[in-house]
T-cell receptor, first 116, second 109 residues
Framework: NAGVMQNPRHLVRRRGQEARLRCSPMKGHSHVYWYRQLPEEGLKFMVYLQKENIIDESGMPKERFSAEFPKEGPSILRIQQVVRGDSAAYFC??????????????FGEGSWLTVV | DQQVKQNSPSLSVQEGRISILNCDYTNSMFDYFLWYKKYPAEGPTFLISISSIKDKNEDGRFTVFLNKSAKHLSLHIVPSQPGDSAVYFCAASASDMRFGAGTRLTVKP
């Protein structure tokens, strides 16, 4: 399967714990995007990364959330001290080039975070 | 900020009829528009797109129309089939891609 791989698919955390969500983009894709879907809501942009660089993090909450896309390995979305409101589906997508070139982005299956 | 808006949260149509899903945007810098389809517990999948220099793009039963002056696009599905039942997201891209809130389409047999 050469698609975007996300893990874990489901994650349960207690309030105050840390959540780490991983995303391996499609082969040859160097652009990664993270989106969050809250229950009964649409896809909210969080962050756009290129290898080792954060290009746009305007959708990311200022506190507790961080993202990285290292030279080697998957992209990581990290949520510290989780709260119930962080419960959501987190989708990662990737593209081979910038979307300004008219490229589509390809989504993973999502990671469902539940905070209890 | 809601740069891409889908004002209808749901739509129900009869099998064989036309489904029309609408989308409005505010950012005139968007130069590419896309529709994605999403089934429950799965990631969105790309359906069809249109460049800002065009006003129509057709792919089988799916046609996307773009009205730049009105900052409006629509997705037409004809004829609609029960398997089309899903959530449809409108997206627009400039330096990154922004999505609307989605419209849940139900096609009744």
């Amino acid at each position: 399967n050469a698609g975007v791989m996300q893990n874990p698919r489901h994650l349960v955390r207690r309030r105050g714990q840390e959540a780490r969500l991983r995303c391996s983009p499609m082969k040859g894709h160097s652009h990664v995007y993270w989106y969050r879907q809250l229950p009964e809501e649409g896809l909210k942009f969080m962050v756009y990364l290129q290898k080792e660089n954060i290009i746009d993090e305007s959708g990311m909450p200022k506190e507790r959330f961080s993202a990285e896309f290292p030279k080697e390995g998957p992209s990581i979305l990290r949520i510290q001290q989780v709260v119930r409101g962080d419960s959501a589906a987190y989708f990662c997508a990737s593209s081979p080039r910038t979307v300004s070139s008219g490229n589509t982005i390809y989504f993973g299956e999502g990671s469902w975070l539940t905070v209890v | 900020d809601q740069q891409v808006k889908q004002n209808s949260p749901s739509l129900s149509v009869q099998e064989g009829r036309i489904s029309i899903l609408n989308c409005d945007y505010t950012n005139s810098m968007f130069d590419y528009f896309l529709w994605y389809k999403k089934y429950p517990a799965e990631g969105p999948t790309f359906l069809i797109s249109i460049s800002s220099i065009k006003d129509k793009n057709e792919d089988g039963r799916f046609t996307v129309f773009l009205n730049k002056s009105a900052k409006h696009l629509s997705l037409h599905i004809v004829p609609s089939q029960p398997g089309d039942s899903a959530v449809y997201f409108c997206a627009a891209s400039a330096s990154d891609m922004r999505f609307g809130a989605g419209t849940r389409l139900t096609v009744k047999p």
